[in-house]
């Protein structure tokens, strides 16, 4: 599995914003896709948070 940093992490969130910014522009069934896909990148996010470690800990 690919290390997730909190830089990524960060990069999730911000794009999720961005999504939802579209999702309220879009038609109806293209918004609840976006907006889907939104909160699997915070849920993804969430779970870094929750069960990140450090460098130091994995060594």
């Not at 960060?10 to 794009?15: S, V």
């Not at 918004?31 to 870094?48: G, I, S, Y």
């Amino acid at each position: 599995m690919a290390a997730v940093t909190d830089t990524h992490v960060r990069q999730m969130r911000e794009r999720a914003a961005e999504i939802d910014q579209l999702a309220a522009a879009a038609p109806e069934k293209m918004a609840k896709r976006l907006r889907f896909n939104a909160n699997k990148l915070r849920a993804t996010a969430d779970d870094h948070d929750a069960t990140a470690q450090t460098a130091e800990a994995l060594t």
